[in-house]
């Protein structure tokens, strides 16, 4: 069989099973007292032991049920593939939201044809579930893309005055400046500004229309893997700058038309780096 008709709904049930584990692992483990263990790019940059618990599961996991599969989490080394299939893991996606106790984090699993480069792999299936309120969103390549058994659209494309944008900020304070900076610019030009602070769910949530945009930028590969293949099955356009793929320099998801228009704003306002 071949990886282009590999069955990917057979891929996205061991997606599901396993993201519903882990997001019942992360449920307990809030429940008790959460610290931090480290700190990577910078002193707000955090990781709890939970991360690695649960990155560790998900890993294990895999393993059981698809040996040779590559994978690539946040918290660990990288395996690579002898399947030409990856699995792009974020064990908690929102990690200071899950420190504080923000009932708003996930687990983000999905499953792309190639290496973990967004420039490059093939998304085939992708699962965000929010342990603290249960949803679980879902994508498969061709499929569409749900939330339960519900299936996902954008909302229809509005005038950029009247959108809903969410967005998030880097980890480095020079960069963060610059993105506040840009805010400020953007906001008497839409409906209002949203930052929640998971990515992988701001992705959803343009798929299922609570927000009608999100942009950001320094976004890593398991961050948007499998938010991105949600919205994008659900109608949106997600891109980088300049009609490339989106990656850690820019990712924007929105309605095709509304992408459009915010993008050249985006641009204006000093949002988008110079590629």
């Known amino acids: 069989m071949s990886l282009t008709s590999r069955p990917a709904a057979e891929l996205l049930t061991v997606a599901r099973t396993i993201a519903l584990e882990a997001a019942e692992f992360v449920a307990d483990a809030r429940r008790g007292t959460v610290e931090v263990a480290d700190r990577k790019s910078s002193a707000v940059d955090v990781v709890t032991q939970v991360d690695r618990d649960v990155e560790d599961l998900i890993r294990a996991r895999l393993a059981e049920q698809r040996p040779g599969d590559g994978f690539f989490g946040e918290e660990s080394a990288a395996d690579s593939s002898t399947t030409g299939l990856t699995w792009v893991v974020d064990p908690i996606d929102g990690t200071v939201n899950f420190l504080y106790g923000v009932p708003h984090y996930a687990v983000s699993i999905a499953v792309v044809e190639g290496e973990a480069d967004p420039q490059s792999w093939r998304a085939l299936a992708g699962v965000v579930v929010n342990p603290a309120s249960g949803e679980l969103f879902s994508a498969t390549a061709g499929g569409g893309a749900h939330v339960g058994e519900r299936s996902l659209q954008v909302n229809p494309a509005v005038e950029l005055s009247q959108a809903l944008v969410a967005t998030g900020f880097a980890y480095l304070a020079d960069t963060r400046a610059e993105q506040g900076a840009a805010v400020a610019r953007l906001l008497p030009l839409v409906r209002d500004v949203r930052r929640m602070g998971t990515a992988s769910l701001d992705l959803c949530a343009v798929a299922c229309g ?18 991105g293949l949600i919205a994008a ?15 850690h320099r820019f990712l924007l998801a929105a309605h095709p038309e509304l992408a459009a228009a915010l993008e050249a704003v985006l641009h204006e306002v000093g949002a988008v780096p110079d590629l």
Do not use: I, K
Not at 210 to 226: I, K, Q
């Open 210 to 227: 609570r927000v009608d945009a999100y942009f950001e930028r320094t976004l890593s590969p398991w961050d948007h893997a499998a938010g």
């Open 233 to 247: 099955e659900a109608g949106a356009r997600v891109s980088g700058a300049h009609g490339a793929r989106g990656d």
